[in-house]
């Protein structure tokens, strides 16, 4: 005997809401309903999944690899369903892609229209957050496809190119390194630098073309937003770094803040469209990545 789809999605969202009541709710059944299911998956499993504790629900070592597995599997059954439902109808019904926040605000704006174009019966739906928040939704099953910036490590991800991101300075108006040409490798010291706080791929990318280790202590300013940088740097701040879509999007209009390439071989990062490998959906997350491609002096 195996267990139900419908017994492995009630442990997943047990796992997620550590409470049956909470559980029972986001899967509209009853709180017994749920409770007797999820004890059918233990008979099944020959384990108790679950250490049951007043107010309390831990999952047991069987249950976590349990949970790991059942969103695998989910997965890839809403695959299944999604791709039946749109056979021979490519970027059509639902698709949930995310989008990290340093690509985000720059690169849907000019390019969705296209794609809603050339897909009116597409229905996107649109998450922006970390790249390894978003690797961990396409693993669990919670989005189709995210587009993320590369170098980035990660297993069982796979990816369709869009095309290559210089990264640039950033630097306040008057300071020594404000000045026409490249700046070259060594010119650069941690502590000049005001960065996106840590999480954010850009910070890594950047330090690890130019070589610097990450500034340290409690005193080092970590933004939230290119935004903040930007108005960080116009303050005087310190010098950053900003790819060169969101300079050309406008975000570095400020005549406090003077824009100038890293070196003569410029540090770029490859912007690509990943899905989870395996995926039903990843001819359509190949197709979005083509009806997405960068063109100008931001494209290699």
Not at 11 to 29: D, I, P
Not at 35 to 60: D, F, I, K, M, Y
Not at 105 to 124: C, D, E, H, I, S
Not at 190 to 197: F, N, V, W
Request: glycine content about 8%; overall charge neutral; some cysteine.
């Amino acid at each position: 005997m195996l267990p139900s789809l419908r017994q492995l999605q009630y442990l997943k969202l047990l796992a997620e809401h550590g409470s049956f009541s909470r559980a029972a709710e986001a899967a509209h059944v009853s709180q017994p309903a749920l409770s007797s299911g999820v004890q059918e998956l233990e008979r099944v499993l020959g384990a108790p999944v679950v250490e049951r504790t007043r107010g309390n629900v831990q999952l047991t070592a069987v249950g976590a690899e349990a949970v790991k597995r059942a969103e695998d599997i989910l997965a890839r059954t809403e695959d299944l369903v999604e791709a039946a439902r749109n056979a021979g109808k490519p970027l059509s019904g639902r698709f949930r892609i995310g989008v990290i926040p340093t690509i985000a605000p720059f690169l849907l704006p000019a390019k969705l229209p296209g794609v809603k174009a050339a897909y009116p019966a597409l229905k996107l739906f649109i998450r922006e957050d970390l790249t390894p928040r978003l690797i961990a939704a396409l693993k669990a099953g919670q989005l189709d496809a995210a587009v993320i910036a590369l170098p980035y490590a990660a297993s069982g991800i796979d990816h369709a190119r869009i095309g290559d991101d210089e990264i640039l300075a950033a630097a306040p108006i008057g300071h020594r390194l404000a000045v026409p040409g490249a700046i070259q490798p060594g010119s650069l010291k941690s502590e000049d630098l005001i960065l996106l706080e840590d999480g954010h791929c850009l910070r890594d990318q950047a330090l690890a073309a130019f070589d610097i280790e990450a500034p340290k202590g409690d005193d080092v300013f970590a933004a939230t937003s290119l935004h903040t940088l930007v108005q960080m740097v116009s303050s005087g701040l310190g010098i950053s770094f900003l790819p060169q879509m969101a300079v050309r999007a406008g975000l570095a209009d400020d005549p406090g803040v003077v824009i100038r390439p890293l070196s003569a071989v410029a540090p770029r990062r490859e912007i690509v469209v990943a899905w989870r490998t395996g995926s039903s959906r990843a001819g359509e997350a190949r197709l979005l990545a083509a009806a997405m491609q960068l063109d100008g002096p931001t494209a290699a």
